[in-house]
């Protein structure tokens, strides 16, 4: 999908936000400035959250109060190899919530319990490429 501003950007992934359901983990692949935490935003709005979403660079993780709880991580400053219960990626904690997961290439192989995938690729200023793959999906 291309999306030619941050308005359509989001306005998927509120979108997208809907569909989603305890348990699931979103892994947000792109580079600085691609609209991670655009998409991170929109997924929140389309969960029910009206409250301030920002990306957790300094902290790691918010944990958004809502029904289903929203967990929003931001692994940028992370060693690559980084185990997925270092940094509190616990399964059956997060089994309550929606997981996002910016910056999830930091955990190279240890991304069990990751339920989708967006990758954004900067096309232009304004423009962005965004592929969606659900892991497990029936093809």
Known sequence: MTFNSEQ???NWAVSFGQTLKPGDMVA???NLGAGKTVISRGVCKGLGFDGNVCSPTYTLLHEYPNDPPIFHYDLYRLEPGTD???VGLEPDYLGKGITLIEWPER????TAGITHIIK?????ETSREVTLEKI????
Do not use: Q, R, V
């Open 8 to 10: 359509e950007t989001y």
């Open 28 to 30: 947000l692949y792109g």
């Open 84 to 86: 997925i219960c270092e």
């Open 107 to 110: 955990l190279e192989e240890n």
């Open 120 to 124: 954004i690729e900067i096309l232009s």
């Open 136 to 139: 497990g999906a029936e093809p």
